[in-house]
């Protein structure tokens, strides 16, 4: 007997306009509730909305991590509203996040950016001086060890928060709906990268590379996602890839967590470089993953009526 598919939970009410309707939503109350919590916090440490939005000091990513709480805010309301639904059904027919998934994934995007950091060291060696970009010690040791649990369960909170409405919540609707993969897997995941679309952070050719990485990265959740039934592996992949930012991140870019920063020009030719690399060497970790799945655990298919 097999398990009942991922999308089960959505199967009553997949209706395009609920589906339609609950995003706008979701992205209403987001919007307006991140806006109040970035303006909250700006205040209270005396200091613009825009520095704050940037996340370059511990306590502004904490304000901007913080903000996504406002998606589960959403969620949590528009579920039972318009869908006869909880919130944990989200993650799957079992209404349980598959920890054991969870761990998995995030070990894999952990070691991706392990990989990845490892190839920035090697840069030094092998390329001329001054080419590969300079690698600064952010904050003191000891400060950001106090720092990084909090860091972590931010962390954590907005990325499973991202999760449960792209991979969550609209996959599920979508794939009750439709069989076609470009609508359940590549639409959420386009509208997911373009949400990441910042030309005035990294020029116009890097924003739509980040584009292209997030888009990417949301349509090989998708299918993780529906291969594995349950939304586990996909919020431990999210965890893990901004989770590698508390050790290492790019100076200018929600670096307040981070305890070294890379000196780079976000705008720079080496910065599309850094983003179109993580996008392959995950691609390459999916294809082997998959290729693996159809070999060791196939599909199973339904057993015809007798």
Request: aromatic letters at 12%; proline letters at 6%; zero cysteines.
């Amino acid at each position: 007997m097999t398990s009942p598919p991922f999308w089960q939970p959505a199967l009553q009410r997949s209706q395009i306009w609920r589906t339609a309707l609950g995003f706008g939503l979701v992205m209403a109350i987001w919007m307006a509730g991140s806006f109040a919590i970035l303006v909250l916090g700006a205040r209270l440490m005396g200091v613009p909305v825009s520095r704050v939005a940037t996340g370059n000091t511990w306590p502004d990513a904490a304000v901007f991590f913080a903000s996504f709480a406002t998606f589960h805010i959403g969620l949590a309301l528009v579920l039972p509203l318009l869908h006869r639904r909880g919130y944990s059904s989200l993650f799957g027919p079992t209404r349980r996040l598959d920890l054991r998934h969870f761990a998995l994934g995030s070990a894999v995007t952990l070691a991706i950016a392990a990989g990845l950091s490892a190839l920035l060291a090697m840069e030094h060696v092998v390329l001329p001086e001054g080419v590969a970009p300079s690698v600064t010690l952010a904050q003191p040791p000891l400060p950001w060890l106090l720092g990084l649990i909090p860091a972590l369960g931010l962390i954590f909170m907005q990325t499973l928060a991202e999760e449960a409405l792209f991979r969550g919540y609209l996959l599920q609707q979508l794939r009750a709906r439709f069989r076609s993969a470009l609508i359940w897997g590549v639409a959420p995941a386009l509208v997911f990268g373009l949400l990441h679309f910042h030309p005035a952070q990294y020029g116009m050719v890097n924003a739509l590379a980040y584009v292209l990485n997030a888009t990417v990265m949301g349509t090989l959740a998708a299918f993780v996602t529906v291969r594995t039934g349950n939304l586990g592996a996909a919020a431990g992949l999210h965890f893990g890839n901004n989770a590698s930012l508390t050790i290492i991140g790019a100076a200018g870019s929600l670096e307040g967590f981070s305890l070294f920063t890379v000196e780079v020009v976000l705008g720079s030719g080496y910065m599309t470089y850094s983003i179109l690399s993580q996008t392959v060497a995950t691609t390459l970790v999916f294809l082997v993953w998959w290729r693996w799945m159809n070999r060791n655990r196939p599909i199973a298919k339904p057993t015809p009526p007798a």
